[in-house]
């Protein structure tokens, strides 16, 4: 059977990385467990490393930030969105490689907590972690 491809934003993998019990830890989990494939870009792995040494509640120093960026590396299926068009009506520009990393990857949903993201629901398979949990979650 095949799993279901997903994209993960930063906020939703950060959630997911530092409350396990959280439900993007649970969907992080899964992703562990190989019950999703998680699909991820550039920018999205960027954005962690930057994040990520902020967050004194990991703890992790920079060597352990890379180490741990690097394995998701191994673990998703990293796209290339650069021949993905802009997409017109997005509130807030600096959501477009996120949403162009769904389009590459031709993803069932994105999940992100992201409300500029969440607003293109009607239009893109966008869904909370708490909505995606309800839907696919034990």
Request: a negative charge; glycine letters at 6%.
């Amino acid at each position: 059977m095949a799993t279901l491809r997903v994209v993960l934003d930063t906020k939703a993998l950060v959630s997911g990385l530092a409350y396990p019990g959280s439900v993007p830890g649970r969907i992080v989990s899964a992703w562990r467990q190989g019950q999703l494939d998680v699909a991820l870009s550039h920018h999205i792995l960027d954005e962690l490393t930057r994040v990520l040494p902020r967050l004194p509640r990991l703890g992790l120093a920079p060597h352990d930030v890379r180490d741990l960026v690097d394995s998701l590396m191994f673990l998703a299926d990293v796209v290339d969105t650069e021949a993905v068009a802009p997409h017109p009506t997005l509130r807030d520009g600096a959501d477009q490689p996120v949403l162009a990393t769904l389009v590459a990857a031709q993803a069932r949903y994105l999940i992100t907590g992201d409300k500029d993201l969440l607003a293109l629901a009607s239009g893109h398979p966008v869904l909370s972690p708490a909505q995606f949990w309800a839907l696919h979650g034990d």
